[in-house]
């Protein structure tokens, strides 16, 4: 069973930046695929971007390439997320995942762990 805390989220002006944390509680975490997702108010969960068990591969949403950046540290079980360059349609519930195989990324339905999610607003 793997165990996900996100942190770092919070109220930025639009063009700043934030650094999303996700912590696990498992050293089986370096096995995994990661993903980050988020859910804007009144809209679906979306796919924001996933990375491999080595950090060698990497996938966004066409929305945040080149604003967001996601990587690991297997030694410290973390998963992270960059964001730059907010805009106001970033605001969500920002969320981490994980699941074993590098398959299907986007869905959200293939991901066995979630954290509980960490709330970003950009103000205008």
């Known amino acids: 069973q793997v165990q996900l805390v996100e942190s770092g989220g919070g109220l930025v002006q639009a063009g700043g930046s934030l650094r999303l944390s996700c912590a696990a509680s498992?050293?089986?975490?370096?096995?995994?695929?990661l993903g980050w997702f988020r859910q804007a108010p009144g809209k679906e969960r979306e796919f924001v971007a996933a990375?491999?068990?080595?950090?060698?591969?990497?996938d966004y949403a066409d929305s945040v390439k080149g604003r967001f950046t996601i990587s690991r540290d297997n030694a410290k079980n973390t998963l992270y997320l960059q964001m730059s360059s907010l805009k106001p349609e970033d605001t969500a519930v920002y969320y981490c995942?994980?699941?074993?195989?590098?398959?299907?990324?986007?869905?959200?339905?293939?991901?066995?762990?979630w954290g509980q999610g960490t709330q970003v607003t950009v103000s205008s």
């Open positions: 995942a994980a699941r074993p195989v590098w398959v299907l990324i986007h869905d959200e339905n293939v991901y066995d762990y």
């Open positions: 498992e050293r089986t975490f370096r096995t995994y695929i």
């Open positions: 990375i491999s068990w080595s950090g060698g591969n990497t």
